[in-house]
Nanobody
Framework: QVQLVESGGGAVQPGGSLRLSCAASGSIVSIYAMGWYRQAPGKQRELVATITAGGSTNYADSVKGRFTISRDNGKNTVYLQMNSLKPEDTAVYYC?????????????????WGQGTQVTVSS
């Protein structure tokens, strides 16, 4: 069984910063890409940033220059440093991981989601 647990969300004023963390646990053999997505009320879930196992990153245009994604492969953890936050960044942020995990009989590659963490940017 695989779990992704996010932390670090909260409420902050415009211009402030937050750092999200997401730790993957379970019978994990290898983690490929990890990423952050967000979903605002009444909107579809959208990509925020992704990072490969080798450290290549990709960002949504709306967060480029303000957000930084990073990962610690030894801890199976991905981070999202969010600076210069805006009210439009308000959303539930979800962690995603494309990973290989072992079961009794085989190894399975699949995508997994965390439970989400709320980020609210408001004055």
């Amino acid at each position: 069984q695989v779990q992704l647990v996010e932390s670090g969300g909260g409420a902050v004023q415009p211009g402030g910063s937050l750092r999200l963390s997401c730790a993957a646990s379970g019978s994990i053999v290898s983690i490929y890409a990890m990423g952050w997505y967000r979903q605002a009320p009444g909107k579809q879930r959208e990509l925020v940033a992704t990072i490969t196992a080798g450290g290549s990153t990709n960002y949504a245009d709306s967060v480029k220059g303000r957000f930084t994604i990073s990962r610690d492969n030894g801890k199976n953890t991905v981070y999202l440093q969010m600076n210069s936050l805006k009210p439009e960044d308000t959303a539930v942020y979800y962690c995603n991981a494309d990973l290989l995990h072992s079961t009794t009989f085989q190894a399975i590659r699949d995508g997994y989601w965390g439970q989400g963490t709320q980020v609210t940017v408001s004055s």
